[in-house]
């Protein structure tokens, strides 16, 4: 598919998109239908070259996501996602507005562009329309992507560590997920505290020996979750799963009898190096007989970004487990959505 760009001019704004872009029915608009938790304000270009006025102005006579106000006091705006420099995930947004500039662009992102790119007035920016994923396999991640288990792993470990004393915050659990980090009860447990090993040891015990009843109570499968599989079955896609974990959070999965959809499951007890090796993604390319050029990773963290990147997959990443949009954009997916329920839209079979 043809890679679709426009080449701006920095430029200074009316300093009225942080205001906007931080109202309630704004950040939910962007979140839930492009990704997007916005920084405040817009990043302004100016469109010079014939070509690139060209793109725009073919651009816009397309739907792109429509933004609604919940009054008519503001007007509506749609909204076209896009990759930034290269990496950023990102949208122009097109306010609905006689006479606005044709030669305007207006661009919102998760991060601050211009601290994040270096940017000033005056410097020459590239952004790439996002185009459909030409794949045909989609290898998932489960925690955070296909089962909701961030509460339950918060609760798990609060349970392990009451006993000693010990508090368990839902922002280590989130830091140590978003890290894969490979010793969570070393976040936990203070330096200074004796006898540390021993207790890193006992504490992780008594959250495997907890699990499958937290799992039980806490974990639930993404809503939706079956006919978006359903969809993408259908084309002709195939499907596989890649988790991190050792034995994975498949209890929900199997209790729906949603497992079946998957050609071949990968876990952390088949291989011997931990995402963000592309060990795992890998793996689940190989069993379906697909080249990795020719898959794609769903993750809900920057660790399954890099992991695709390492494995040359293209990468998808979900605001619906562990990662922020800010945490994931810095990690430059080629697509961020708020949850797998957007994937018929983004990813095409080719055959």
């Not at 106000?69 to 930034?84: D, L, Q």
């Not at 799992?215 to 809503?223: A, E, S």
């Not at 979750?225 to 079955?233: A, F």
Request: proline share 8%; charged share 20%; hydrophobic share 40%.
């Amino acid at each position: 598919m043809a890679r679709l760009t426009l080449t701006g001019q920095v430029v200074a704004g009316l300093g009225q998109g942080a205001s906007f872009t931080q109202l309630d029915w704004v950040r939910s608009q962007f979140m839930t239908k492009l990704g997007i938790d916005p920084h405040p304000g817009t990043l302004n270009l100016h469109l010079h070259h014939p070509a690139d006025l060209t793109q725009w102005a073919d651009l816009k006579r397309q739907a792109g996501c429509l933004i609604v106000p919940p009054n008519r006091a503001w007007c509506e705006a749609r909204g076209y996602p896009i990759r930034i420099a290269g990496y950023v995930p990102g949208a122009i947004i097109l306010p609905d507005v006689p006479g606005y500039p044709e030669t305007q662009v207006e661009v919102i992102a998760a991060l601050p562009l211009r601290q994040e790119l270096g940017l000033t007035d005056g410097d020459s920016l590239t952004l790439e329309i996002s185009q459909p994923l030409s794949v045909q396999a989609v290898i998932f991640d489960v925690d955070g992507t296909l089962v909701d288990t961030v509460d339950a792993y918060h609760t798990v470990a609060a349970l392990a560590a009451a006993p000693h004393g010990l508090l368990v915050s839902r922002e280590t659990v989130r830091y140590a997920l978003n890290n894969n980090h490979p010793t969570f009860w070393e976040l936990v447990i203070p330096l200074e505290h004796p006898n540390r090993l021993e207790l890193m040891e006992a504490m992780k015990r008594e959250a495997m020996r907890r699990w499958p009843e937290v799992l039980r109570q806490h974990g639930r499968i993404m809503p939706g979750l079956r006919q978006t599989l359903e969809t993408l079955q259908s084309r002709g896609l195939r499907l596989a799963i890649m988790t991190g974990s050792q034995s994975g959070s498949f209890e929900p999965l199997r209790e729906e009898g949603l497992l079946d959809f998957f050609e071949t499951v990968v876990t952390g007890a088949d291989v011997t190096r931990p995402k963000p090796d592309p060990e795992g993604p890998l793996k689940g390319a190989a069993a379906l007989g697909v080249e990795p050029g020719q898959a794609v990773y769903v993750g809900d963290t920057p660790t399954d970004v890099r992991a695709s990147r390492a494995a040359g997959m293209a990468a998808v990443s979900v605001l619906s487990g562990a990662g922020d949009s800010a945490l994931l954009s810095a990690a430059g997916p080629d697509w961020l959505i708020y949850s797998h329920a957007r994937l018929p839209e983004i990813i095409l079979n080719p055959m």
